[in-house]
């Protein structure tokens, strides 16, 4: 984004001068700071200003993103998907498999300022087609063993397309085999649900403590909800078992009145991500602030949202502190609040239901790695 020179500095000095409201860090909640430069990057110390409807958060973690940029057929730019809206970790999801991350690694993540973790996909290609578990021969565990052993603090996890449109006749063997993987390098499970066969129900009575159901909300037939909002018997036992629920809304993958009923009945999700790619960056994804403006619209409360792209995704994919001793800042996203959205402003599911949103989540700078970067959106804003 270009700007006329000064710009920038100048509203980098008002972010930073800015009394700032802590939400979902590790300090009392309403505590009021101010960001300042220090000697190798920022650090936060206490503000006499009153509380603003200006916020600062650990960094925004996006659990679910698809950043191999020029190479999958959904790839985004890390930093697209990343710092520029407000996020300072992207976790790709399964778009390289165990012959391709080592381009991942080695070609994109380079190339960013945002820093990235992966996924990796149980199928040995990753997302270079959109049927890549149909064939049971694309799947390799042992050489999916030995990318893991190649990357350790790279990849996070293993990730498995359990739908239909994936799947096709492999049912579930593919789950099996990503499991089996996942138990042996002691890593969590990312599993996506979408259309039978193979049933949800099958799916989640597979899933381990720790595992991730991502796009939990989907509206499509056999979605694991009871009309009053409440779990199905299988995904009851899965939440008991400490399973965790993932938004991940993609372009065909929330449902509002799934998630407005959920989330009302008492089950919000563990973490809200965005399944941001190629195809739904237009819309009705846009970026993670979005889909937590979305949440709260649902019913959650704003701290809750934090939650849910800071301290609980940490927990999945072993973040640092945000700050650490001393006060200097790991890493941090500022944002805005807007509470007076026009009356009648709404944003799109995916199947073409208005959600009315009244507050919307604005991210404005993060730090990272030592740098306080203001964020500047690839794409034009949602209204
Ligand atoms: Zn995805």
């Known amino acids: 984004m270009l700007e006329p020179?000064?710009?920038?500095?100048?509203?980098?000095r008002m972010m930073t001068e800015t009394a700032l409201r802590v939400v979902g860090g590790h300090t009392e909640a309403g505590e009021v700071v101010r960001i300042a430069p220090a000697p190798g990057g920022w650090k936060l110390e206490s503000s006499p200003g009153p509380g603003t409807d200006w916020y600062i958060s650990p960094g925004w973690v996006d659990l679910h993103a698809h950043v191999y940029d020029g190479v999958t057929v959904l790839g985004v730019h890390p930093d697209t998907a990343g710092y520029r809206t407000g996020v300072t970790l992207v976790a790709d999801a399964g778009s390289s498999g165990e012959a391709t991350v080592d381009g991942l690694a080695r070609y994109v993540v380079p190339t960013a300022r945002t820093p990235v973790r992966a996924w990796l996909n149980i199928g040995s290609h990753g997302l270079v087609h959109l049927r890549e578990l149909a064939d049971l021969s694309w799947l390799d565990v042992d050489r999916t063993l030995g990318a893991i052993d190649r990357h350790p603090a790279f990849i996070c996890g293993v990730k498995v397309r359990s739908s239909g449109a994936v799947v096709g006749a492999s049912g579930l063997q593919p789950l099996k085999l990503a499991r089996l993987v996942a138990r042996n390098a002691r890593l969590p499970l990312m599993v996506h649900i979408g259309e039978a066969p193979p049933l949800v129900e099958d799916v989640l009575d597979l899933l381990d403590e720790g595992d991730v159901v991502t796009h939990c909300y989907h509206g499509k037939v056999g979605a694991p909800w009871s009309a009053d909002g409440s779990p199905s018997q299988a995904l009851r036992r899965?939440?008991?078992?400490g399973v965790l629920l993932d938004v991940g809304h993609g372009g065909a993958s929330f449902r509002w009145e799934t998630a407005w009923r959920a989330i009302n009945a008492g089950w919000p999700p563990f973490t809200i991500s965005t399944d941001l790619h190629a195809r739904n960056i237009g819309g009705p994804v846009r970026d993670l602030a979005t889909t937590m403006s979305k949440l709260i619209a649902a019913g959650m409360s704003l701290r809750d949202v934090v939650l849910c792209v800071t301290t609980n995704p940490g927990q999945v994919v072993g973040t640092e502190p945000w700050v650490r001793p001393g006060g200097a800042v790991a890493h941090a996203t500022i944002f805005r609040v807007s509470d007076d959205a026009p009356?009648?402003?709404?944003?799109?599911?995916?199947?073409?239901?208005?959600?009315?949103?009244?507050?919307?989540?604005?991210?404005?700078?993060?730090?990272?790695?030592?740098?306080?970067l203001p964020c500047a959106p690839d794409m034009a804003p949602a209204v």
Do not use: N, W
Request: aromatic share 4%.
């Open 5 to 12: 020179p000064g710009m920038r500095s100048t509203a980098l």
């Open 238 to 241: 899965a939440i008991d078992r």
């Open 343 to 372: 009356k009648g402003r709404t944003y799109e599911d995916c199947h073409g239901s208005a959600v009315p949103v009244r507050r919307c989540i604005v991210p404005e700078a993060v730090v990272l790695r030592g740098q306080f």
